[in-house]
């Protein structure tokens, strides 16, 4: 069965700082997609990216970088030189076949000024 | 500008009555899905449609009910079954249904029932 365990439930630093959020799935299919979001206090998700199993390739953008290791199955997530305007929760999940995303628990991030 | 609509907001019932809450898009999203979000946890599919009257069952579909009567617009019901309503309620729909396509969320309803 699918799994996205996001190990660090809450996380808070300086800002200015760099944070990383750790993403570790579970499943059994070759062929996956894996996804981030971003939840502000808004409420509503926001598709940060995609990523699917066959492309390794390390992505950025902006300040925003992603780490995608099928060896170790993880697909970490750094926010460099954090913002107050980071101060979210983030999602990581995983999707196989049909669209039916697994989320992990989500991690909160506080940037404090 | 195009996007999700989820209404109300907040919304308080009683127990043991039925509450319909909206979702409206005009994405031209062919998918449209309903998710549960609980303090601590991810989220968690109730159910999802990938065509006009025609929709599945997710994960957590017992106490809920669904309609697609539009390709617009996806109500969810919580009935009086649902143990336990309260929670944080999201909508989303995507382009297409498949594994690849990112999810349009709107900005949820909260749900109180005492």
């Known amino acids: 069965a699918q799994k996205v365990t996001q190990a660090q439930t809450e996380i808070s630093v300086v800002e200015k700082e760099d944070v990383t959020l750790d993403c570790v799935y579970e499943?059994?299919?070759?062929?996956?997609?894996l996804f981030w979001y971003k939840q502000p206090p808004s409420g509503e998700l926001v598709f940060l990216i995609r990523?699917?199993?066959?492309?390794?390739q390390n992505e950025i953008s902006g300040r925003y970088s992603w780490n995608f290791q099928k060896s170790t199955s993880s697909f970490n997530f750094t926010i460099t030189a954090s913002q107050v305007v980071d101060s979210a929760v983030y999602f990581c999940?995983?999707?196989?076949?049909?669209?039916?995303?697994?989320f992990g628990q989500g991690t909160r991030l506080t940037i404090n000024p | 500008d195009g996007g999700i609509t989820q209404s109300p907001k907040y919304l308080f019932r009683k127990e043991g009555q039925n509450v319909t809450l909206s979702c409206e898009q005009n994405l031209n999203h062919d998918a449209m899905y309903w998710y549960r979000q609980d303090p601590g946890q991810g989220l968690r599919l109730i159910y999802y449609s990938q065509i006009v009257n025609d929709f599945q069952k997710g994960d957590i579909a017992e106490g809920y009910s669904v309609s697609r009567e539009k390709k617009e617009s996806f109500p969810l019901t919580v009935t009086s079954a649902q143990k336990n309503p309260t929670a944080f309620y999201l909508c989303?729909?995507?382009?297409?249904?498949?594994?690849?396509?990112?999810?349009?969320f709107g900005n949820g309803t909260r749900l109180t029932v005492t």
């Open positions: 990523r699917n199993s066959f492309d390794e």
């Open positions: 989303a729909s995507s382009m297409i249904q498949g594994a690849n396509s990112p999810l349009h």
């Open positions: 499943t059994r299919d070759t062929t996956y997609y």
């Open positions: 999940a995983l999707s196989e076949g049909a669209q039916k995303l697994v």
